[in-house]
């Protein structure tokens, strides 16, 4: 490279701009796939996009969730389980990424122990800031992905009844009363 000329995307001159790239790109599949979301046409060229990437900064998280996420919506469960194993084999300890990993794999066992490590973190928050709704709504989810359905629900409804327009607090309830759980990464039907 001559003096004055900037760097191509393959060579990157920091680590701020591996990241800036790969969210470029993590931000382009999205859009892309938003736009053409019905068309199985695009599947491909909006993977490849996650996986360059991915390949521009191995570090950026939010590339292999979206990956993940794409990829299950598509039906390419292999693919996410590829994205979210990568992020894994990085980081052992991610249990966003873990419980994503048991739900593709269908291991109830290990989805209800990641989400029970996860509500000991959220316990702690909501004593730590009881007022606050968004804490409060999350720790309902993770009580009832954790296998206790009766206090999330008994929780679900104090919050219904102490905040009623609360759109969150409206999804929370709608979300942990369908039949099938809590959606497609927690306890929802996936495959």
Same mark, same amino acid.
């Given at each position: 490279?001559?003096?004055?000329?900037?760097?191509?995307?393959?060579?990157?001159?920091?680590?701020?701009?591996?990241?800036?790239?790969?969210?470029?790109?993590?931000?382009?599949?999205?859009? #892309?796939?938003?736009?053409? &979301?019905?068309?199985?046409?695009?599947?491909? $060229? =909006? %993977?490849?996009?996650? /996986?360059?990437?991915?390949?521009?900064?191995?570090?950026?998280?939010?590339?292999?969730?979206?990956?993940?996420?794409?990829?299950?919506?598509?039906?390419?469960?292999?693919?996410?389980?590829?994205?979210?194993?990568?992020?894994?084999?990085?980081?052992?300890?991610?249990?966003?990424?873990?419980?994503?990993?048991?739900? #593709?794999?269908?291991?109830? &066992?290990?989805?209800?122990?990641?989400?029970? $490590? =996860? %509500?000991?973190?959220? /316990?702690?928050?909501?004593?730590?800031?009881?007022?606050?709704?968004?804490?409060?709504?999350?720790?309902?989810?993770?009580?009832?992905?954790?296998?206790?359905?009766?206090?999330?629900?008994?929780?679900?409804?104090?919050?219904?009844?102490?905040?009623?327009?609360?759109?969150?607090?409206?999804?929370?309830?709608?979300?942990?009363?369908?039949?099938?759980?809590?959606?497609?990464?927690?306890?929802?039907?996936?495959?």
């Amino acid at each position: 490279m001559s003096i004055g000329c900037a760097p191509t995307p393959q060579q990157p001159r920091s680590p701020q701009l591996q990241s800036v790239n790969a969210a470029a790109l993590n931000d382009s599949a999205l859009v #892309l796939s938003a736009k053409y &979301a019905t068309d199985s046409l695009w599947t491909n $060229r =909006i %993977l490849d996009l996650l /996986d360059q990437a991915i390949a521009t900064d191995s570090t950026y998280r939010i590339a292999y969730w979206s990956k993940a996420s794409l990829a299950f919506g598509y039906g390419r469960y292999e693919d996410a389980l590829e994205a979210v194993d990568a992020w894994l084999f990085r980081h052992p300890h991610d249990d966003d990424f873990a419980l994503i990993r048991a739900e #593709l794999t269908n291991n109830s &066992a290990e989805r209800q122990e990641v989400a029970r $490590r =996860i %509500l000991a973190r959220a /316990d702690s928050l909501v004593r730590v800031r009881p007022e606050s709704v968004s804490i409060r709504v999350e720790w309902v989810y993770w009580l009832y992905a954790a296998g206790d359905s009766v206090t999330a629900l008994r929780e679900m409804a104090a919050l219904e009844a102490q905040h009623p327009d609360s759109t969150a607090v409206k999804l929370m309830a709608q979300v942990i009363r369908e039949p099938g759980g809590p959606g497609p990464f927690l306890g929802g039907n996936t495959h």
